[in-house]
């Protein structure tokens, strides 16, 4: 079957700039991650959808990240007035339920350049 | 508080050559999951192992092998015979039981470069 799919898989931006991206996980997976990695480092948690709702959002650096996930499946992750430390590789994950035992898969994950 | 270390940041051998990468751990939970991910040149994160908290048995799986020890916190992976494919990053992660999110707690990663 399908795995986790995300777009665009590059972003260039300006500074200031509003930019969204998406990820479409595996079907029937109702626990869906975002995470961001920086150039030499590991993904980092920035929220967890267990359905259609935010579980959990502590991992979101400021109020300009906003994530989405309307009808729990496909979710958007929301970036205002961007900044070039925003620039990152932003991969989503999903999982069967969420419980910590279970493997997540990862999307190719989009690349975002904040110039 | 949770943390994983992987203390070599590259590693570099020669083709056919056996290879071990570490990774330590720091939680409070008494029930996790431990995780290796393997990620190539392509960018995409791909899974390689989950061991719990409770198994310390050591898993092999063709040329791969890892061995966990609660009693030093530590979650080893080590490549038989290594191949120029082999070559990538390479992540431990940790999953706490207790947390809400569930979500993975990643090392700085292991660059593995194998020389044909």
């Known amino acids: 079957g399908a795995g986790v799919s995300q777009t665009p898989s590059n972003k260039v931006t300006e500074k200031g700039k509003y930019v969204e991206l998406r990820c479409d996980p595996i079907?029937?997976?109702?626990?869906l991650y975002w995470y961001r990695q920086s150039l030499g480092q590991g993904p980092e948690f920035l929220i967890y959808?267990?359905?259609?709702?935010?579980?959990?959002d502590s991992g979101l650096p400021n109020d300009r990240f906003f994530a989405v996930r309307p009808e729990g499946s496909v979710s958007t992750l929301k970036i205002q007035r961007t900044e070039r430390g925003d620039s990152a590789v932003y991969l989503c994950?999903?999982?069967?339920?969420?419980?910590?035992?279970?493997?997540?898969?990862f999307g190719p994950g989009t690349r975002l350049l904040v110039l | 508080a949770q943390k994983v270390t992987q203390a070599q940041t590259e590693i570099s051998v020669v083709e056919k050559e056996d290879v071990t990468l570490d990774c330590v751990y720091e939680?409070?939970?008494?029930?996790?999951?431990l995780f290796w991910y393997k990620q190539p040149p392509s960018g995409e994160l791909v899974f390689l192992i989950r061991?719990?908290?409770?198994?310390?048995q050591n898993e092999i799986s063709g040329r791969y092998s890892w061995n966990f020890q609660k009693s030093t916190s530590s979650f080893n992976f080590t490549i038989t015979a290594s191949q120029v494919v082999d070559s990538a990053v390479y992540f431990c992660?940790?999953?706490?039981?207790?947390?809400?999110?569930?979500?993975?707690?990643f090392g700085t990663g292991t660059r593995l470069t194998v020389i044909p």
């Open positions: 061991r719990n908290s409770f198994d310390e």
């Open positions: 994950a999903s999982s069967s339920s969420g419980v910590a035992w279970e493997t997540q898969y």
């Open positions: 959808f267990q359905g259609t709702g935010a579980a959990d």
């Open positions: 079907s029937g997976h109702t626990a």
């Open positions: 939680t409070r939970d008494t029930t996790y999951y």
């Open positions: 992660a940790l999953s706490e039981a207790g947390a809400g999110a569930n979500n993975l707690f």
